[in-house]
Nanobody, 115 residues
Framework: QVQLVESGGGLVQAGGSLRLSCAASGSIFGIYAMGWYRQAPGKQREFIANSISGGSTNYADSVKGRFTIPRDNAKNTVNLQMNSLRPEDTAVYYC?????????WGQGTQVTVSS
């Protein structure tokens, strides 16, 4: 089992920045990817970004150029630096970890962007 603890959500004005953090513990050996999804009210959960072991990263088109996903393998953490936030970024953000055969999810953290 992998446990994920998220932090850093909150309320911010449009154009502002927030940094989310996710710390993994437990059976962390063999983690292939760490990343983030989000889910807005009435919408499906959508992929935001991930960091693959080996160094590559992937981003949804909606956040490219605004979000980055720094990862610290030594500390088993992955962050989501969100800049130039927009009201449409309002959602619950979920950290996830992918190991072969399993995906683990954090509890979610609310991000609200006011216009």
């Amino acid at each position: 089992q992998v446990q994920l603890v998220e932090s850093g959500g909150g309320l911010v004005q449009a154009g502002g920045s927030l940094r989310l953090s996710c710390a993994a513990s437990g059976s962390i050996f063999g983690i292939y990817a760490m990343g983030w999804y989000r889910q807005a009210p009435g919408k499906q959960r959508e992929f935001i970004a991930n960091s693959i072991s080996g160094g590559s990263t992937n981003y949804a088109d909606s956040v490219k150029g605004r979000f980055t996903i720094p990862r610290d393998n030594a500390k088993n953490t992955v962050n989501l630096q969100m800049n130039s936030l927009r009201p449409e970024d309002t959602a619950v953000y979920y950290c996830y970890v992918n190991k072969p055969g399993n995906i683990y999810w954090g509890q979610g953290t609310q991000v609200t962007v006011s216009s």
